[in-house]
Nanobody
Framework: QLQACGGGLVQAGGSLRLSCAAS????????MGWFRQAPGKEREFVAA????????AYADSVKGRFTISRDNAKNTVYLQMNSLKPEDTAVYYC???????????????????WGHGTQVTVSS
């Protein structure tokens, strides 16, 4: 089970940190990802991190502003979001990839477990 939290309403230029707490599986051995979905749009990749935390990947739209990290001792993945823009407004989801390949995946259908989303709203 994955539980995302930390969303909210923030002004443009502000910051938020999302957390995703995992339970019930050995998520510390899975790659983890964050995705987002804005109203009327497809779910899109935001960031991913390898099971060890040694490798990360980001969508071009968030590179340099967002940072994904994890604490395996706490079974938690984080998404630090800085310099937020109105176009970052979406429901954010965390997901787990249990196949743990050599490459971090960016397609949502490649992820096996999903949490409920948390709403992030950025006002201009």
């Amino acid at each position: 089970q994955l539980q995302a939290c930390g969303g909210g309403l923030v002004q443009a230029g502000g910051s938020l940190r999302l957390s995703c707490a995992a339970s019930g599986h050995t998520f510390s051995t899975y790659h983890m990802g964050w995705f987002r979905q804005a109203p009327g749009k497809e779910r899109e990749f935001v960031a991913a991190i390898s099971w060890s935390g040694s490798t990360t990947a980001y969508a071009d739209s968030v590179k340099g502003r967002f940072t994904i990290s994890r604490d395996n001792a706490k079974n938690t993945v984080y998404l630090q979001m800085n310099s937020l823009k109105p176009e970052d407004t979406a429901v954010y989801y965390c997901a787990a990839d249990r196949h743990v390949g050599a490459v971090l995946l960016t397609m949502s259908r490649s992820y096996d477990y999903w949490g409920h989303g948390t709403q992030v709203t950025v006002s201009s």
